[in-house]
């Protein structure tokens, strides 16, 4: 072969390469997470902007004092923090399947190493945003909660107890859901890495 069909033979294999295509495809969500981040970041500052400007509309009123208008800040930087966490762990993903990708073309058993890895960390990551969810899930019931009991009149009341029933409950729920979510990983978890 000439250099010059060796030269057009390589600009074909790189042009026609997943890999190739894979990684851009991998900055182009780099770069869309990074704007989501900054749209969240700027949609959280706004939420906390009209609640405080509601604040101080209401100074003076008995309305001023409600606990709701914080726990809507609270949940909305929670819910925000939260989406964040999973647009992060959708670029770990992303990232290891381009690292395996990249091992595949490589050597056989590498490449089934790495694609065993990636799997765990798969089932890991899963599991981890999993569990954020329900603890963002238990933090904002426990502040609705709080926020209830907290008005004026409820302690020692039966609104209380119903209250304090309903957290248990939702408690004993999430616990439950997160122990069904560590049970349904374990045979994945027990896969020998490269097998």
């Known amino acids: 072969m000439t250099a010059k069909a060796t030269k057009m033979q390589e600009t074909i294999e790189n ?3 997943p890999i190739a295509y894979a990684t851009l495809a991998n900055k182009g969500l ?3 997470i990074e704007a989501g981040k900054i749209t969240l970041d700027l949609a959280g500052e706004q939420n906390a902007d009209i609640l405080a400007t509601m604040k101080k509309a209401l100074k003076g009123t008995p309305l ?8 809507a800040v609270s949940a909305v930087q929670g819910y925000i923090d939260v989406q ?3 647009m992060d762990r959708m670029l770990e993903q992303s990232n290891a399947v381009l690292s395996a990708m990249e091992g595949f073309g490589v050597d056989a058993n590498k490449a089934k190493v790495e ?3 990636m799997l765990q960390a798969s089932v890991d990551r899963s599991t981890a945003t999993q569990t954020s969810i329900y603890e963002y899930a238990i933090d904002q019931t426990k502040a609705g909660i709080n926020a209830v009991k907290k008005q004026p009149g409820i302690a020692g009341t039966g609104v209380e107890l119903v209250a304090n029933a309903i957290e248990s409950a939702f408690d004993t729920a999430m616990e439950t859901q997160k122990a069904i979510v560590i049970l349904a990983t374990k ?3 027990a896969i020998p890495v490269g097998a």
């Open 84 to 86: 964040k966490n999973l």
């Open 30 to 32: 780099e770069r869309m």
């Open 115 to 117: 694609f065993s890895n």
């Open 15 to 17: 042009a026609l390469c």
């Open 64 to 71: 001023a004092n409600m606990p709701m208008l914080d726990l």
């Open 187 to 189: 045979p994945l978890k």
